[in-house]
């Protein structure tokens, strides 16, 4: 297996752009979930899925949109990019709710 | 201990010796707690998980023991080792939907 993967590493965005950060998994797990690590803190919830065709907010859900078409796929969608989403996203994935979560290797975000 | 600001508090540690690592949390709620190691640049790796109607769990030279009458985790690492140096991260599950809320973690320094 391999995990949650998450595309690309890195990206480097202007003000006002938009674009999509991947996620996959190949675990069948249920629940995915997206969070931004900013420094010297910890992981914050953006969005997450309880399953295909169901997504909810976290703690910090503006300007970004998710979508879960497949139990495999969780991609997140920047709108229109902000300095303020300068920051490590990190996709993770569990095979339920209360279980441990497994994570991606993270996406380094700037946006000028 | 957690951090508030952009500073994670350090443990250094002499290779060999035991390290604590602390954590508070805030919902008396919690049913469900795991500790995370994030080396530099990967994402957050699983260590060890602990529900709420344990005290202690031990596994591969990892303790976790949680007291719950004062919302308080640890995290023992015997023998602590060089490759143990890394951001160690607590987080609790308080709601039904399995949303993790994580502490804004310690910075561990193996010194030879």
């Known amino acids: 297996n391999a995990g949650v993967t998450q595309t690309p590493k890195f990206q480097v965005l202007k003000t006002g752009q938009s674009m999509t950060l991947q996620c996959a998994q190949d675990?069948?797990?249920?629940?995915m979930s997206w969070y931004r690590q900013d420094p010297g803190m910890g992981l914050r919830l953006i969005h997450y899925?309880?399953?295909?065709?169901?997504?909810d907010q976290g703690e910090v859900p503006n300007g970004y949109n998710v979508s879960r078409s497949t139990t495999e796929d969780f991609p997140l969608r920047l709108l229109s990019a902000a300095p303020s989403q300068t920051s490590v996203y990190f996709c993770?994935?569990?095979?339920?709710?209360?279980?441990?979560?497994?994570f991606g290797p993270g996406t380094r975000l700037t946006v000028l | 201990g957690e951090s508030v600001g952009l500073h994670l508090p350090t443990l250094s540690v002499q290779e060999g010796d035991n390290s604590i690592i602390n954590c508070a949390y805030s919902?008396?709620?919690?049913?469900?707690f795991i500790w995370y190691k994030q080396e530099s640049g990967k994402g957050p790796q699983f260590i060890i998980d602990?529900?709420?109607?344990?005290d202690k769990r031990q596994g591969q030279r990892v303790t976790v023991l949680l007291n719950k009458t004062v919302k308080h985790l640890s995290l023992q690492i015997a023998a602590t080792q060089p490759g143990d140096s890394a951001v160690y991260f607590c987080?609790?599950?308080?709601?039904?939907?399995?949303?993790?809320?994580f502490g804004a973690g310690t910075q561990v320094v193996v010194t030879p």
């Open positions: 919902n008396s709620a919690s049913d469900y």
């Open positions: 675990m069948n797990h249920e629940y």
């Open positions: 602990i529900r709420s109607n344990m």
């Open positions: 993770a994935s569990s095979f339920d709710r209360g279980n441990e979560q497994f």
């Open positions: 987080a609790e599950n308080s709601d039904s939907w399995g949303k993790l809320q």
């Open positions: 899925s309880v399953g295909a065709g169901i997504t």
